[in-house]
């Protein structure tokens, strides 16, 4: 089975082809760090727009470098949510406007599936079952994943997402956008232990987060200290975001009685979480998994590797392309039960 997804909830217009059998033949990738670099965050209508520019291009170079044609493609995967509407619309409508012509099945994908399952696209996946802490911009949750299409949360912020306070932390200190690569790579000249900072919900006693008193700390750091000392501030504020998501890693492993972690989204390119991470879970007999680098951050591949896995598990449908819905909100587990 040959599918095609679409990725473009937010600021990366992303596009893959995934074939069931040859694997992940290609992926194309857009992201639109410069034009939103000027406004400190993303500009919802500039990011429909831009979209709007890239999606079909990239698609036909995806296809050139995976050597298909579009009357190839079995099936079309777009993420319908979670996401920026905007955003969402424009890859809907190219998908189900593809799959109508070429009279083929369009699946709408849940954006946070697509990152569940971007490990199964390493050189290592992982097996089922496993938890995963999905840690990103907008989402810092644990799951645990029985297999694909079933998700069970075990514990999520209740505030800030890791990869948000990253970028808010990033500007308090004046760093460019995207703030939260900036920061960890000021974060490599600093000393994590020269500031003392809190470790929220550390001893909660659950697999809930909080990170927003960390920020507020940080900000009082900024005030009180000058220029001179950013790189120490950010090695402190990432070390105390990293201590806290890898003990509640080890909690959710103990909770569960598994022995993976599958840690996904952006913030997952972070060099001393990976690093972290795999030592704490090592020394307690645990394995961790990450996707490659380069899936880390949205992308179009990890949508097509979800809409093919969910079409083997469901089967192809006969509704071809029409009415079509988005979910700028969108429970996981209500999209997994659907």
């Not at 470098?65 to 993420?79: F, N, P, V």
């Not at 697509?114 to 992982?126: A, I, T």
């Amino acid at each position: 089975m040959l599918v095609l997804g679409i990725e473009t909830s937010c600021d990366e217009t992303g596009i893959g082809l995934y074939d069931t059998e040859a694997g992940l033949l290609s992926e194309t990738l857009h992201s639109q760090s410069a034009l939103h670099a000027d406004y400190g965050g993303v500009v919802p209508e500039l990011a429909s727009r831009d979209h709007i520019r890239h999606t079909l291009p990239l698609i036909r170079q995806a296809l050139e470098d995976g050597q298909r044609t579009l009357d190839q493609l079995d099936a079309i995967a777009y993420t319908a949510g979670p996401g920026l509407a905007g955003a969402l619309l424009v890859g809907a409508a190219v998908a189900e406007s593809l799959a109508l012509a070429l009279d083929i099945p369009a699946v709408g994908i849940h954006h946070l599936e697509g990152h569940l399952l971007s490990p199964l696209l390493g050189d290592q996946p992982p097996t089922f079952p496993f938890t995963a802490l999905l840690v990103s911009g907008g989402h810092t949750q644990f799951m645990a994943v029985h297999r694909a299409g079933d998700y069970a949360l075990l514990g999520e912020t209740v505030d800030d997402a890791a990869g948000e306070a990253f970028d808010k932390t990033a500007q308090l200190l004046g760093l460019p956008y995207p703030g939260g690569p900036a920061l960890s790579d000021l974060a490599r000249n600093g000393d994590p232990l020269r500031f003392s900072l809190p470790r929220p919900m550390l001893h909660s006693g659950d697999l809930n987060l909080s990170f927003s008193g960390l920020k507020t700390a940080v900000s009082l750091l900024v005030k009180s200290h000058g220029p001179e000392h950013h790189a120490d501030i950010a090695a402190s504020f990432e070390k105390a975001v990293v201590d806290v998501l890898c003990h509640k890693a080890e909690m959710a492993l103990a909770q569960t009685g598994l022995s993976q972690m599958v840690v996904a989204g952006g913030v997952g390119a972070n060099r001393r979480l990976r690093a972290s991470l795999a030592e704490r879970l090592a020394s307690r007999g645990a394995s961790v998994a990450f996707p490659p680098l380069r899936l880390c951050t949205d992308n179009g591949a990890m949508i097509a590797y979800a809409g093919a896995s969910r079409l083997q598990r469901h089967g192809l449908p006969t509704h071809r392309a029409g009415a079509f819905a988005i979910h700028p909100r969108w429970d996981l587990q209500d999209y997994a039960r659907g």
